[in-house]
């Protein structure tokens, strides 16, 4: 990681880190500022170049109407789209003759408190019709990459073919917020990034922040003074007027220079996320200023947003294919659990484990034992660990570090080569209690920091200020004591085994304890049926009760249906709220759920934010008649803190000669099907050839 700064310094990266910069109370010189009342009938302050642009002098400018000067077409527009809006949809469009030429103008529209902003920039540049047809053959490329690698390389290239600067990059986040460029074109004269990491101070929290609301930042000429505004300080509202949502906003004093120690004149970032999760950065340089055409931004934004939504795709099919893996490894641990004649023998699933969690080593602690396997520690080090987890972590969750020497955890016990750890509680009635650990070792990693951060103060204006970063030099760090991270999908993934596991374990602890045989089938009935968060029948269950179904049907050729629901988008609000407004979420999914049956009909939790529904004796319209209706009773429930919650189904019918795995494969298929259709829809398997 980057040096640690002394407190000193910290303190001032930490002002710094508050800067103000969406209220400069000035623009780029690339166009010209109105601001307006909300009625759009006074100008209250102009960009002091306003005359440059449109021939109007700042003294008229703020005598006129709006509508003189920006014609009724324009201010029609604004009154009727803008309307409890922050923003206006799309842009607005105005002409103007200037020095005897005809010119046009793109603008954009937004809201701050009780004023209207408006921003205009001339059109330049490529023109439509070269510029739409070259964008349509990057956009088809996008659409035609198979790996992460080739879309991001062929963004960089398209973007800096559209803009002509001379460094595109895609810079991508880690979960300290340090950047790695994963992706690069250049021309000869710049310097290349590929593979340097940037310290998260380098994009302070402030800035991040700003790409939430506006994702593009643009600053054509890096050289160029900043225009103030006209008047300074509106006469009605003395807040300084907040430029975020803009283009043309001024850009902050230690931002320019830390443009200019890089040896860059003009700059284009586009926020590139997921789910209001910004994932990177696209970062184009020029070593001179580069004016853009607002028509060619544009297009450069589709270009990032488009590939995104690819990049994003391509994870999803990998995490699809992962989570398939696992399912298959849960299937064969369902086939095994009643044979399984010691604790031990669980372990016979460790082989396919280790790899599928890429760890050295896994351990099983129960009842006060530890059985383990690969590279694990001594059985001490291990009950060790149990105990403290135990102790520490009172979750139903999961309990994970990449850094292990860094947790209390390393003074509890002797850690050995153990870098990560991730441990699944398997709450069994059991004391001590038992855990699913699965653990990695060291991983080096070297770090290639594009210039060391030379965090150096200087007085100025009556208060010492931070200088920004002054050399931009490749330096290596080599990391130690550190894993590879649990990645979100192996997380899911272990404590989906772990609920499978804790079931096995409660199996084989029933057929071993005869003499406490009437506690153990207490708890066989609660534990080995029931989901513990949400207290309806878990997947060893309604397994069974597919079984029979099944049976009923070869018999008596009784027809069934099987819904198979799963939350759409519930890793972000994990994520955004955290694990116990998810499991809450959950709960009270389970209990609307519960209520929309009929009494014959069974509700079982698949895994995660999965859940079956068996509808026995139902057709498959009928089904999907029930699927509707779940689907639409959720999307119009609010889930307290995380509001609105909807539901992908996939609705599938018992056909003749049908084995459990094939059924449940169907409805999986038309569950998939509604995801990638857009979510918050019931597909049923007769739709997905379709």
Known sequence: MPPKLTPELAALQAQCNREIIHTPGAIQPGGCLLSLDLEQNTVLQVSANIEQWLEVSVEQALQMTPV?????????????????????????????????????????????????????????????????????????????TNTEEALLQLLVTAVRSLT????????????????????????????????????????PPQVRAKYQKNTVRSIPDATADRVPLVPAQDARDPTPLDLSLGILRAVAPSHLDYTRNMGVKATLSVAMQ?????????????????????????????????????????????ETLYLQRVHDCRERLAEAQMNLLDPGLLLLQSQEW??????????????????????????????????WLSQHHN????????????????????????????????????IPQNWLLLLRGERLKSYRWAGWLQAQSYYDQGRYQLSAKRSFDAWVELVRDQSEPWLPHEQKAAQDIGDDLRVTILMRAISTLNERLTKANRSLEELACTDA???????????????????????????SVLLLLDVDFFKSINDQYGHEVGDAVLVTLADILRHSLRETDSLGRWGGEEFVILASGCSLSDGQALAERIRTAVS???????????????????????????????????????????????????????
Not at 101 to 108: A, L, M, P, T, V
Request: glycine letters at 8%; hydrophobic letters at 40%.
């Open 68 to 144: 003189s000067l920006l014609g009724d077409p324009l201010i029609k527009r604004v009154r009727q789209g803008l309307q409890h809006k922050e923003r206006l949809q799309g842009r607005v469009s105005l002409t103007r003759q200037r020095g005897g030429r005809r010119c046009r103008f793109s603008g954009i529209v937004y809201r701050h408190r009780q004023r209207v902003v408006v921003e205009l920039e001339q059109i330049a540049g490529m023109s439509e019709r070269r510029l739409l047809p070259a964008v349509n053959e990057w956009l088809n490329g996008l659409a035609e």
């Open 164 to 203: 002509g600067h001379d460094r595109v990059m895609v810079y991508q986040f880690d979960a300290d917020w340090n950047g790695t460029v994963v992706a690069e074109s250049r021309s000869q004269a710049a310097e290349s990034y590929l593979g340097h990491s940037f310290p998260a101070s380098d994009i």
């Open 274 to 318: 997921d789910q209001q999760h910004l994932w990177g950065l696209l970062a184009c340089h020029g070593l001179e200023p580069a004016p853009l055409s607002p028509l060619v931004r544009d297009e450069v934004c589709t270009l990032v947003h488009m590939a995104t939504q690819r990049l994003f795709l391509l994870k999803a099919r990998a």
């Open 354 to 387: 280790l790899e599928l969690f890429n760890a050295s080593g896994l351990a099983l602690l129960k009842n006060g034992a530890a059985y383990s396997i690969g590279q694990a520690l001594p059985q001490a080090e291990l009950l060790k660990i149990g105990a």
């Open 395 to 430: 979750s139903t969750g999961v309990w994970s570090s990449q850094h292990l020497a860094g947790t209390p955890l390393a003074a509890a016990c002797d850690l050995g080569e153990v870098c990560g750890l991730l441990a699944v509680p398997l709450p069994v009635d059991a």
């Open 533 to 559: 968060l949400t207290q309806v029948w878990n997947r060893y269950r309604i397994e069974q009760a597919i079984e029979r179904d099944i049976q009923l049907g070869e018999q008596l050729g009784q027809p």
């Open 636 to 690: 119009d429930m609010q889930f307290d803190q995380a509001g609105t919650v909807t539901l992908s189904i996939g609705v599938s019918q018992w056909q003749p000669g049908d084995q459990r795995s094939q059924w449940v494969d169907r409805a999986d298929q038309a569950m998939y099907a509604a995801k990638q259709g857009g979510r918050n829809r019931v597909v049923i398997e007769a739709a997905l050839d379709v």
